[in-house]
């Protein structure tokens, strides 16, 4: 390199032009990238509040179409106690009319109110799929019989005297008691004693 070279090559290098040209072709390349990203972020903060904006209002939708859709589901599930075999009544009965009280309080939120509702439901889809023994009274004949109810799901409600002596069917399209024979009183007796954890069903 000859001294010349050399000169030019310093003068260049002093010149202030040539120093900070690249820097501030660096500075406008930042500049820009910081502006994109920040209009990413405003795109992607605008569609996060319109889906914010619309969640919330399909949750208020949907809280005020709960109270109603309660109310019909214990409404259903009160018209089919009325139709359902006559069994644990009372206790049946008493959750309905807690559920009610408990839609019927202010204080109380919809989401419990459902959640009430739906714990109602799902014991008495239970009973459907149990069996059960129970002592009770029925009247026969006007008279109060004691003794004990067999219930297989929701197919047959049995009763038979605490002697062992009568036993009856329900009949749910008469809605009355129904005597049976006495080739009923063995199988009953030993319903009664599987229900209760006494005998074991034989296979």
Not at 2 to 17: G, I
Not at 56 to 75: G, H, N, W
Not at 85 to 101: S, T
Not at 183 to 201: C, E, M, Q
Request: hydrophobic letters at 45%; one cysteine or more.
């Amino acid at each position: 390199m000859t001294v010349t070279d050399a000169t030019e090559k310093a003068s260049r290098f002093a010149c202030p032009r040539y120093f900070f040209k690249p820097r501030f072709s660096n500075l406008v390349t930042l500049k820009v990238l910081i502006l994109f990203l920040f209009a990413n972020f405003l795109i992607v903060f605008l569609t996060l509040s319109i889906e914010i904006d619309k969640t919330l209002k399909e949750a208020q939708i949907m809280q005020r179409q709960i109270p109603p859709f309660t109310r019909r589901m214990l409404a259903g599930i009160e018209k089919s106690i009325e139709l359902d075999l006559p069994f644990h009544l009372a206790e049946r009965k008493e959750r309905i009319a807690f559920a009610k009280a408990a839609l019927d309080n202010p204080t109380v939120s919809p989401a419990e109110g459902l959640r009430q509702v739906l714990e109602a439901f799902n014991v008495e889809a239970e009973y459907g799929r149990k069996i059960d023994s129970y002592k009770d009274s029925i009247v026969i004949d006007g008279e109060l019989r004691e003794g004990n109810i067999l219930r297989v799901g929701r197919l047959a409600m049995v009763f038979q005297t605490a002697d062992e002596n009568e036993t009856h069917a329900w009949n749910n399209a008469a809605r009355s008691w129904e005597e049976l024979d006495n080739s009923y009183r063995n199988p009953t007796r030993k319903g009664i004693r599987i229900a209760n954890k006494l005998a074991t069903v034989d296979l």
